[in-house]
């Protein structure tokens, strides 16, 4: 076979050589041992936490060792592309502190090694398929969809491995003149890779993640280039990670089945094989067993899940921490104010085996995290919350600043502040009682006569006072309870709960459902000091209407 004859015959328009096109790529200019790595999802629209563990791992190994992090778009897959989807993609990992040095952008590119969208990267592509084909390591298959299908299934008849390699790769070694006329006839044809490997051969290898990995060689002739000119992922893989300077390739273990063809493939084009770091799946509890987080299953694998429910960035940035890095959580109780980035993360400490998502940790990730902010920080981030989910509690919280500042600001600083909330979601359920709109009409315990509520109210107002200090306020809530026969030794009530009607609690109780419809809210000294007297008076004024 004449492969130079064969490249002119496939690639007559390609007059670029390899040399031309490395020159236009030049090496960096970042220190020694710098990371160079990528992020490289497809733009499907659907952006999920197994791409931002990706790409928190691929941003904190670059920006720890004063490396690049890029943003490639693979986009080879037409069928599969949304319209809009690389701008939700990049947008969204924007919200979760995700940023790129280079690589496309929502309007085009940013640096010096694109284009960063390989649909825009053909023509490169192809000077590097003519390169192969000249030198025999790649062939044009004019198999037809149904051809393929029978083969397969001969394969699975047989009990064979199925793929086009050995006796079923009928195009390898056909003639340049059955070529020719497959080409005169017009009928479609892909370019495959011409495997030299044998599944007999075995090889080491080491990951960064899974470790030491015994490889059987690849023996299937695979696709380079489909019939439309556009690179399969492994070839396009190969070159770009090539051209960009990629040092390191991160990427979910869903790809070491590839791997054996990636390594061959790198070596057949003369190209330096980037390390790889393989990421093991997200996976949670079902049942007694652990599986896999699943797009249809469970709608905590999309990224705009999070947002919707108003876990703030920082929670899921910190919990994620925790599941890359096991001694991240030491690391971050001895250093409890530093930045994140200060924490001198190790793709070598990631679970070979994948982690295990727990919704319940994150919850409490993010109390302490919303717990540690000022009253300023979470009325900002709560309002953006509320304006895109929940518009009319968005308006209340802007029409008053200053009222929903002092209400988030309830149990805020100090060693030990409250932890009310895990969520955005959760702040209309928590505060809501202080806007008139949202209050809640009270239910009692039964176990209580209406008229001894009543009482108790009643016997408030006469003596609430709203320049009293909180021990004074108590104290007088203290002599309401005894006059109405109830307690204020917690002790003697437990020991003999029938030798009183209740306790100073249940007092408390009462006033605080008055005011705010609920039994538990903050407390209730600084809640009626935030209302006011006369909000406060005429809510219970008004549980006291109702109750006759």
């Excluded at 987080?293 to 905590?300: C, I, N, T, V």
């Excluded at 709560?382 to 895109?388: D, H, I, K, S, V």
Aim: charged share 25%; glycine share 6%; aromatic share 12%.
């Amino acid at each position: 076979m004449d492969y130079t004859a064969l490249a002119n015959l496939l690639f007559p328009h390609v007059s670029e050589t390899p040399e031309e096109i490395e020159a236009r790529f030049p090496d960096r200019n970042t220190p020694e041992g710098a990371v160079i790595t990528r992020m490289a999802p497809s733009p499907t629209g659907f952006v999920h936490l197994g791409n931002l563990v990706q790409g928190l791992t691929s941003e904190r190994m670059a920006h720890r060792s004063g490396g690049v992090l890029f943003l490639r778009v693979e986009d080879t897959d037409a069928k599969r592309e949304v319209p809009g989807a690389v701008e939700v993609l990049i947008n969204t990992l924007k919200h979760y502190g995700i940023s790129f040095d280079e690589g496309a952008t929502v309007d085009g590119d940013s640096g010096a090694y694109g284009p960063y969208r390989q649909r825009q990267r053909a023509a490169i592509y192809h000077v590097f398929a003519k390169k192969l084909v000249s030198e025999g390591h790649a062939y044009p298959c004019f198999c037809t969809e149904e051809e393929l299908a029978a083969m397969r299934e001969k394969q699975e008849a047989n009990k064979e491995t199925t793929g086009y390699y050995g006796p079923y790769a009928v195009w390898r070694d056909r003639p340049l003149e059955d070529v020719q006329a497959q080409l005169q006839k017009g009928m479609p044809w892909v370019l495959r890779f011409r495997s030299t490997g044998s599944i007999e051969n075995q090889f080491k290898f080491d990951d960064l993640v899974k470790g030491k990995l015994t490889i059987t060689e690849n023996n299937v002739d695979h696709v380079l280039l489909k019939s439309d000119g556009i690179p399969t992922y492994h070839f396009a893989h190969a070159v770009d990670d090539h051209l960009m300077k990629t040092t390191h390739v991160v990427r979910g273990d869903e790809w070491l089945p590839s791997l054996p063809f990636h390594i061959q493939l790198f070596k057949t084009l003369g190209f330096k094989l980037p390390k790889y770091v393989h990421i093991g799946p997200l996976m949670k509890m079902d049942g007694t067993s652990k599986r896999k987080l699943s797009k249809r299953k469970d709608p905590e694998l999309a990224l705009t899940f999070y947002k919707a429910e108003g876990f703030p960035v920082e929670a899921v940035y910190e919990y994620l921490m925790t599941l890359l890095n096991s001694n991240y959580e030491d690391w971050r109780r001895a250093n409890p104010d530093a930045p994140s980035d200060e924490f001198n993360f190790s793709p070598k400490k990631l679970n070979p085996a994948g982690n295990l998502f727990d919704y319940a940790k994150l919850t409490d990730v993010s109390k302490n995290e919303i717990a540690k902010m000022d009253a300023q920080k979470a009325y900002t981030l709560l309002t953006e919350w509320a304006n895109e989910f929940d518009p009319d509690f968005g308006a209340k919280l802007i029409a008053d600043k200053d009222y929903a500042v002092s209400i988030l600001s309830i149990g805020r600083g100090g060693k030990k502040p409250r932890k009310d909330l895990a969520t955005w979601k959760e702040a209309k359920p928590y505060m809501g009682f202080f806007y008139d709109e949202y209050l809640e009409a009270p239910v009692f315990d039964e176990a209580f006569s209406k008229e001894t509520i009543i009482s108790a109210l009643e016997k408030f107002i006469s003596v609430y006072d709203e320049n009293d200090d909180s021990a004074v306020w108590f104290d007088k809530v203290k002599a309401i309870t005894e006059e109405l026969g109830f307690t204020t030794d917690m002790k003697a009530y437990k020991a003999d709960p029938t030798a009183y009607p209740g306790t100073v609690s249940h007092i408390s109780t009462f006033i605080r459902q008055a005011v705010t419809g609920k039994t538990n809210s903050p407390d209730l000294y600084t809640v009626m000091q935030i209302l006011g007297k006369e909000r406060s008076i005429a809510r219970i004024r008004n549980t006291i209407e109702n109750l006759k």
